[in-house]
């Protein structure tokens, strides 16, 4: 796990992420010489502002330690911190293309920049507390890296150390190894307890408890998949034959209760909805961009007026929902935010360049942005000036977009190898 890293210089030089201090360790030395071999003992940094030149923040920090360095001045490594979280705190998470070692990369979208990052196992699955007081991994490591002896695990990060608070193993390696689906993982609304999905012997939901630190006996759900939390005890499932299943545990037998069927057997639903556990709102598209939306409470689920995301010229024209985590909902605005473009049948994972913004309301279609770039997921913060993420698996690159005009206002580039999950919290 990486940390935050401060070198203790005279001015408090802080430089965080593991991968910008091995930096400042291997080069500054000889920028040291250069920088001291200057006329008049100019620094990169003056030379750079001089000609005009604008910096990264990597070259600054690198410069302003050449600096110091040329002026006789010690480094010393130290562990420093993040700041204390906010709404505008996101989290990326890259499976790297089913690699036994991950990364998540903690950026600032207010300023564009990477604030640190950590490791994950196989197929790590984020998890962020509401409040954004802690985050959580579900994840999976081998004792031979790629083989051996494997151990499921649910670790818990303190937000600004990033220091585990928590590293609970999971008895019987129980975690369904499949693509991370946020939805497939989920805390209770208390944040006390992870919920994840179970696959063998045969379907189930696995329950840790955070507090006592231990894992809890599982819960037999039949055909049901996805995690939709309502309360410390409760939770819905998508059931296979389109009903939805609330699920109640706790003190005595688990029960489970289905609603009616709200869709055909052959209308296919995205594996990647938008729910946001604060309001009870799912929003689920299906693969031809017909959204289903229900309220869901601990009493049961409200089903809301089906929404058509194209028109019936648009989807003739091949326009379908497509990528990763498609589709992002924000509370107060109640706009949904839907991933499209003009694709084949069957193509609904491949990126698409453009946004559906829509009242999540009345149906009707706000705009349509064109962001002229290959996306694969997108979230929202959830603030009363909440700022559009938008992900390039590609490219990886996150890109902080206006909501309401898709204006790109910064990049954050570099970020491992396939990410694909962007985690905000709700609350902060």
Request: charged fraction near 20%; hydrophobic fraction near 40%.
């Amino acid at each position: 796990m990486a940390h935050p890293v401060q070198f203790k210089l005279p001015n408090a030089l802080t430089a965080l992420g593991g991968a910008l201090a091995f930096t400042l360790l291997a080069t500054g030395p000889s920028i040291a010489q250069e920088a001291g071999d200057q006329t008049g003992g100019e620094a990169p940094a003056a030379e750079s502002a001089a000609n005009g030149g604008e910096m990264t923040r990597g070259e600054r920090v690198a410069a302003e330690a050449a600096e110091r360095l040329a002026a006789g001045e010690t480094d010393e490594m130290s562990i420093g911190e993040a700041p204390e979280p906010n709404a505008h705190r996101v989290y990326i998470t890259d499976p790297a293309h089913f690699a036994p070692v991950t990364q998540h990369f903690v950026i600032d979208a207010d300023a564009g920049e990477v604030i640190t990052i950590f490791d994950g196992g196989f197929l790590p699955h984020p998890l962020l507390a509401y409040d954004g007081s802690f985050f959580a991994q579900a994840s999976t490591v081998f004792s031979r890296i790629a083989r051996g002896d494997r151990t499921d695990y649910v670790e818990v990060l303190d937000p600004v150390t990033f220091e585990p608070t928590a590293d609970i193993e999971l008895p019987e390696e129980p975690r369904f190894l499949i693509g991370t689906y946020p939805w497939f993982n989920a805390l209770t609304p208390d944040n006390s307890k992870v919920l994840f999905q179970m696959f063998s012997p045969s379907p189930a939901v696995g329950v840790v408890d955070l507090e006592g630190q231990e894992s809890l006996d599982p819960i037999d759900v039949g055909d049901c998949y996805h995690i939709f939390p309502v309360s410390e005890d409760s939770f819905f499932m998508h059931c296979r034959d389109g009903s939805l299943a609330k699920v109640t545990f706790g003190d005595g037998e688990p029960t489970i209760e289905n609603t009616d069927v709200f869709h055909d057997e052959d209308e296919y639903l995205v594996n990647q909805p938008a729910y946001s556990i604060t309001s009870g709102r799912l929003v689920w598209p299906t693969y031809t961009g017909k959204i289903y939306q229900m309220n869901l409470s601990a009493d049961g689920a409200e089903f809301l007026p089906e929404i058509e995301a194209l028109t019936e010229e648009e989807r003739a024209d091949g326009w379908a929902p497509g990528g990763w985590q498609q589709t992002a909902y924000h509370r107060e605005l109640n706009r949904i935010y839907l991933l499209v473009d003009q694709r084949g049948e069957w193509r609904h994972k491949t990126p698409s360049r453009y946004i559906a913004v829509i009242d999540a309301d009345s149906g009707e279609r706000i705009d349509l942005l064109d962001l002229g770039l290959d996306i694969d997921s997108i979230n929202l913060s959830q603030d009363d000036e909440p700022l559009l993420y938008a992900l390039s698996s590609g490219d990886q690159t996150l890109y902080i977009l206006d909501h309401e005009t898709g204006e790109v206002l910064r990049s954050v580039d570099q970020l491992g190898h396939g990410p694909q999950i962007i985690t905000v919290s709700e609350g902060t």
